[in-house]
């Protein structure tokens, strides 16, 4: 008998609770109908109803969920509540809830039925305090072991039983022992990596097999999870279990806890079948490498940021919490950095550590920003480094679609404090460690804002407040510089998977922005360029070298051999010996006499290769209008 045949007898009933009582005049012993026109027709002999206007028809559960808008566990509540069927015999369902190290529940698991019927639902959050078993609701919700919070606080050299399901696991939990199982079931281990990394790693961890083929799989599974972090992990199969038994039947039968660990300390001194090897046959030979297959570098921004950490430094006030503002909204957006390097949209937390969010509001408002994008998750506090800072990140890499960028401004506001007689390069490194591995295992990039110290230094990298810990642990290092009389600054990059460049870059005031003008080498040499023109048309006759230096403010040996490059495109014309002019000026060409001036010392300077045209330079000052430099 099908669904259909066990409630047919009451589409007679179900059609007049719901519609009333139907039309007699168009009724009549095996059919009813409904409409001014009898368009609705129940066909009490088949139990099956038609509606010729929608042309929709079905049986009673089916007529119930159209008029009800519900699904069929709701027709048959709606059955009960009126009085047609008598309740179902109650399930037996038992829930579990799966807690984080702070005792929040993330989601619950339900074991409903027993014996052969048995199934586990889980339950996500549905967004108004409670959870619910539906399709996608664990869809961003962050997978754990369970009752990691009593695991958490326990003592690092207590023995760990991973055990087959929550139900063995409260068992041992309750005789004292420390416990903790997977949800999902056997041997499914999925997404847990971050979890037993961080809760499992060094521990001694003991996986307990059920008496079956599931079983075993779980304990190989669990293995396999387990044995890069744990400091020793095996299986045990206990002795005596009826088939499909567990580790609650052999208690039951009468084995005792003392055993029990005994067992596992035995399990545990044994030589393991996969014992792992000594740390250079773990190594890799270069012909072996050379065949391995690696996924291409995800870079979040071409050419300046890739999956890693970057450290950004820069000066105070130089406006490096506005670049990052806009890397955040273009990446979080799917809009072109800086307004012409194409990104792959992505999520992006920013974690602006030192603004409020009245000022973040006031800053997307100064860009111009009236509808920001909602993959963007900003935050104006966090846990330090050494206060689960990491836990929070994976927390949220975990929630979120397709994490892409963490922007951390600045260090200082998550770094942890020195160690005891640890030194400051290893404190520097150790700053950064952390975030670095978050950032290399989720294949995405996070920046870390930084300082830069008063004092210049030659080489960018030289250049970072702190020690070269810093430097040493991050994968890109960043440093935004003001270029003096030029109005931009110049970006310096230079990675391990990206290559070293310098970009101009411009801060736009009016609207927040900063814009990239191109490679720092080539707008330096054309800015250099343009002053000398200018400096050229201003004047009636041609300027040596060092006239030119004076007039721009410019080093000499620079530009001397930006006239040599402006001479060999053409740019300029060299007059003479030494002395230039400006091709697109007024014919200045030096016909008048030779200027047989000398300098005040006497003889020639030694500048005169160069073309030194014979005057000190309080005399070029004069003549060309400057009283000093």
Same mark, same amino acid.
């Given at each position: 008998?099908?669904?259909?045949?066990?409630?047919?007898?009451?589409?007679?009933?179900?059609?007049?609770?719901?519609?009333?009582?139907?039309?007699?005049?168009?009724?009549?012993?095996?059919?009813?109908?409904?409409?001014?026109?009898?368009?609705?027709?129940?066909?009490?002999?088949?139990?099956?109803?038609?509606?010729?206007?929608?042309?929709?028809?079905?049986?009673?559960?089916?007529?119930?969920?159209?008029?009800?808008?519900?699904?069929?566990?709701?027709? *048959?509540?709606?059955? =009960?509540?009126?009085?047609?069927?008598?309740?179902?015999?109650?399930?037996?369902?038992?829930?579990?809830?799966?807690?984080?190290?702070?005792?929040?529940?993330?989601?619950?698991?339900?074991?409903?039925?027993?014996?052969?019927?048995?199934?586990?639902?889980?339950?996500?959050?549905?967004?108004?305090?409670?959870?619910?078993?539906?399709?996608?609701?664990?869809?961003?919700?962050?997978? *754990?072991?369970?009752?990691?919070?009593?695991?958490?606080?326990?003592?690092?050299?207590?023995?760990?039983?991973?055990?087959?399901?929550?139900?063995?696991?409260?068992?041992?939990?309750?005789?004292?022992?420390?416990?903790?199982?997977?949800?999902?079931?056997?041997?499914?281990?999925?997404?847990?990596?971050?979890?037993?990394?961080?809760?499992?790693?060094?521990?001694?961890?003991?996986?307990?097999?059920?008496?079956?083929?599931?079983?075993?799989?779980?304990?190989?599974?669990?293995?396999?999870?387990?044995?890069?972090?744990?400091?020793?992990?095996?299986?045990?199969?206990?002795?005596?279990?009826?088939?499909?038994?567990?580790?609650?039947?052999?208690?039951?039968?009468?084995?005792?806890?003392?055993?029990?660990?005994?067992?596992?300390?035995?399990?545990?001194?044994?030589?393991?079948?996969?014992?792992?090897?000594?740390?250079?046959?773990?190594?890799?030979?270069?012909?072996?490498?050379?065949?391995?297959?690696?996924?291409?570098?995800?870079?979040?921004?071409?050419?300046?940021?890739?999956?890693?950490?970057?450290?950004?430094?820069?000066?105070?006030?130089?406006?490096?919490?506005?670049?990052?503002?806009?890397?955040?909204?273009?990446?979080?957006?799917?809009?072109?950095?800086?307004?012409?390097?194409?990104?792959?949209?992505?999520?992006?937390?920013?974690?602006?550590?030192?603004?409020?969010?009245? !000022?973040?509001?006031?800053?997307?408002?100064?860009?111009?920003?009236?509808?920001?994008?909602?993959?963007?998750?900003?935050?104006?506090?966090?846990?330090?480094?050494?206060?689960?800072?990491?836990?929070?990140?994976?927390?949220?890499?975990?929630?979120?679609?397709?994490?892409?960028?963490?922007?951390?401004?600045?260090? &200082?506001?998550?770094?942890?404090?020195?160690?005891?007689?640890?030194?400051?390069?290893?404190?520097?490194?150790?700053?950064?460690?952390?975030?670095?591995?978050?950032?290399?295992?989720?294949?995405?990039?996070?920046?870390?804002?930084?300082?830069?110290?008063?004092?210049?230094?030659?080489?960018?990298?030289?250049?970072?407040?702190?020690?070269?810990?810093?430097?040493?642990?991050?994968?890109? =290092?960043?440093?935004?510089?003001?270029?003096?009389?030029?109005?931009?600054?110049?970006?310096?990059?230079?990675?391990?998977?990206?290559?070293?460049?310098?970009?101009?870059?411009?801060?736009?005031?009016?609207?927040?922005?900063?814009?990239?003008?191109?490679?720092?080498?080539?707008?330096?040499?054309?800015?250099?360029?343009?002053?000398?023109?200018?400096?050229?048309?201003?004047?009636? &006759?041609?300027?040596?070298?060092?006239?030119?230096?004076?007039?721009?403010?410019?080093?000499?040996?620079?530009? !001397?051999?930006?006239?040599?490059?402006?001479?060999?495109?053409?740019?300029?014309?060299?007059?003479?010996?030494?002395?230039?002019?400006?091709?697109?000026?007024?014919?200045?060409?030096?016909?008048?006499?030779?200027?047989?001036?000398?300098?005040?010392?006497?003889?020639?300077?030694?500048?005169?290769?160069?073309?030194?045209?014979?005057?000190?330079?309080?005399?070029?000052?004069?003549?060309?209008?400057?009283?000093?430099?």
């Amino acid at each position: 008998m099908n669904a259909a045949d066990t409630f047919s007898p009451l589409m007679r009933d179900v059609a007049t609770a719901l519609f009333g009582k139907p039309d007699t005049t168009l009724s009549n012993g095996s059919v009813l109908r409904w409409g001014s026109r009898g368009s609705f027709k129940v066909d009490l002999e088949g139990g099956v109803w038609h509606d010729k206007e929608k042309n929709e028809g079905g049986g009673v559960i089916d007529l119930i969920k159209r008029e009800r808008r519900c699904e069929k566990p709701g027709a *048959i509540e709606w059955l =009960v509540e009126q009085g047609f069927i008598d309740p179902p015999a109650a399930r037996e369902r038992t829930f579990y809830d799966y807690t984080d190290e702070r005792g929040t529940i993330l989601f619950r698991v339900e074991r409903c039925g027993s014996g052969a019927n048995q199934r586990f639902l889980q339950h996500g959050p549905d967004g108004q305090g409670g959870f619910a078993c539906r399709s996608g609701c664990m869809n961003g919700v962050r997978r *754990i072991l369970y009752r990691l919070d009593k695991l958490a606080v326990a003592p690092p050299k207590t023995l760990v039983f991973f055990t087959e399901g929550e139900k063995d696991c409260d068992r041992l939990l309750s005789l004292g022992l420390v416990a903790t199982t997977n949800p999902g079931g056997a041997a499914k281990f999925n997404g847990l990596d971050a979890c037993i990394s961080q809760h499992l790693s060094g521990r001694r961890v003991i996986v307990l097999q059920d008496n079956d083929e599931a079983g075993a799989n779980h304990v190989a599974g669990g293995i396999q999870a387990i044995r890069p972090h744990a400091r020793a992990v095996a299986g045990l199969k206990l002795q005596g279990l009826s088939p499909k038994g567990d580790v609650s039947d052999w208690l039951n039968a009468g084995g005792s806890v003392v055993e029990l660990v005994r067992l596992a300390e035995a399990a545990l001194s044994e030589p393991q079948p996969d014992e792992p090897k000594p740390a250079f046959m773990r190594g890799i030979s270069a012909s072996d490498l050379m065949a391995k297959h690696f996924e291409p570098v995800n870079f979040v921004v071409p050419g300046l940021l890739a999956e890693g950490a970057t450290l950004f430094a820069g000066k105070p006030k130089i406006g490096k919490s506005w670049m990052a503002y806009d890397f955040a909204l273009a990446i979080a957006s799917g809009r072109p950095v800086f307004g012409s390097i194409p990104v792959t949209q992505g999520d992006v937390l920013y974690l602006a550590l030192e603004d409020s969010e009245r !000022r973040l509001k006031s800053r997307l408002l100064k860009k111009g920003i009236r509808q920001a994008p909602d993959r963007l998750t900003l935050a104006t506090e966090w846990p330090g480094l050494d206060e689960g800072c990491i836990a929070e990140l994976e927390a949220w890499a975990d929630a979120v679609k397709r994490p892409s960028l963490v922007i951390v401004d600045v260090l &200082k506001m998550v770094r942890g404090v020195t160690r005891g007689t640890e030194s400051l390069y290893d404190a520097d490194y150790r700053a950064l460690t952390g975030l670095a591995t978050f950032a290399r295992n989720r294949g995405i990039a996070v920046m870390i804002v930084h300082h830069v110290r008063k004092m210049e230094a030659d080489d960018p990298l030289e250049s970072i407040s702190g020690t070269n810990g810093l430097t040493g642990a991050a994968d890109c =290092v960043m440093v935004l510089k003001r270029e003096s009389g030029t109005g931009h600054c110049t970006l310096y990059v230079r990675g391990r998977d990206v290559e070293e460049s310098e970009k101009a870059v411009r801060f736009k005031p009016d609207n927040g922005t900063w814009e990239l003008l191109g490679d720092a080498n080539e707008v330096g040499r054309t800015n250099e360029r343009q002053l000398i023109l200018d400096a050229l048309r201003k004047h009636d &006759k041609p300027l040596s070298v060092r006239d030119i230096s004076d007039l721009v403010g410019k080093n000499y040996d620079a530009i !001397r051999k930006t006239l040599v490059r402006m001479w060999d495109a053409g740019e300029v014309l060299k007059e003479g010996r030494g002395l230039y002019a400006c091709p697109m000026c007024p014919d200045v060409r030096n016909t008048s006499e030779p200027d047989n001036r000398t300098d005040r010392t006497g003889g020639m300077s030694q500048e005169e290769d160069d073309g030194w045209i014979g005057e000190s330079p309080a005399e070029t000052a004069a003549r060309t209008g400057r009283s000093g430099r």
